[in-house]
């Protein structure tokens, strides 16, 4: 037993080897330095037999000790045996580190398993807005003449803050649950008219190039993140097996295998807005379903 195992990992490094050598992702930033909270672009390219498959990482993607904004995906360029891809990511850092570094991998489909193949590290140099504190300060002395306002009565203050208090207090006791489920409603509203607008948008380009992967996956994530907020359940993390478990199984099997299909299978569809058009249905339905529980608490 224990020696079938080992050659099991020798088998699986010696392959990951020989990928290694044919796949050499090249990651780099597009400016040396970066200060905090601005944002950076970093390209990822990577050329491969064109009888592969390779996806590049999404948004779901761990980009520490970046923030991820948003992807840029370029179309493949191919010649007689190879592809080229190519990637920019709008990142940028809220950590203090002088140096930081940044490697990404793509991922090798192999059937229903993947190979990670992992990029050069590339580093940009933190920019300090403050060089240099000095050691001591000077003050400069002003001996004119200063008004001095009166002392300020803090038995009166004391006694408006109690009655305020006391009235706040009471306000929330009796109209609190109103108060908050009014709250809640409106930022429920104003979530679901933003994906609705941000989906929509997406459907149309789909209807204008219904094999291209990177748009179709781009729009799996923007619902899945919206299904994250109203269904509090981490969404981005579960697989469509995972999402069907949750009880969906007969209204998303189809429309969740015909996308993974042409994601992970590269088996195009003519007609793939319609199964985000199916998407974007069940999702007002059950934003239409929290509601009611909210206003019915």
Do not use: C
């Not at 009565?153 to 803050?161: E, R, S, V």
């Amino acid at each position: 037993m224990g020696k079938s195992i080992s050659v099991g990992i020798l088998f699986s490094l010696i392959l990951s080897s020989t990928f290694a050598q044919e796949v050499s992702p090249y990651g780099k930033f597009q400016q040396d330095s970066v200060m905090i909270g601005e944002e950076i672009q970093y390209s990822l390219s990577v050329r491969y037999p064109k009888e592969w498959k390779v996806i590049f990482p999404d948004s779901t993607h761990d980009f520490a000790p970046f923030e991820f904004y948003e992807k840029q995906y370029f179309p493949s360029r191919t010649d007689s045996t190879h592809v080229f891809d190519s990637a920019v990511y709008r990142l940028s850092t809220f950590e203090i580190d002088l140096v930081q570094q940044l490697q990404l991998p793509v991922y090798l489909l192999n059937g229903n398993d993947s190979t990670i193949i992992r990029s050069n590290t590339d580093s940009v140099l933190f920019k300090e807005l403050v060089v240099q504190v000095p050691d001591s300060l000077k003050f400069r002395e002003n001996l004119s003449f200063q008004v001095v306002d009166y002392a300020f009565n803090y038995p009166y203050f004391m006694l408006g803050l109690g009655i305020f208090i006391v009235l706040a207090i009471g306000s929330f006791l009796v109209f609190g649950k109103s108060i908050r489920d009014k709250i809640k409603l409106y930022r429920m509203r104003k979530a679901y008219e933003k994906f609705s607008l941000q989906f929509e948008r997406g459907i149309i380009k789909i209807k204008q190039s219904e094999t291209n992967t990177a748009l179709i996956e781009e729009q799996l994530v923007i619902w899945k993140k919206y299904m994250e907020k109203i269904e509090d359940r981490p969404f981005t993390k579960y697989t469509s097996k995972e999402i069907l478990q949750m009880g969906f199984e007969q209204e998303l099997k189809e429309v969740l295998q015909n996308i993974d299909m042409s994601i992970y299978g590269a088996i195009d569809s003519e007609e793939m807005h319609k199964n985000f058009e199916a998407l974007e249905d069940f999702t007002l339905v059950r934003y239409q379903t929290k509601v009611k529980e909210v206003k019915n608490g």
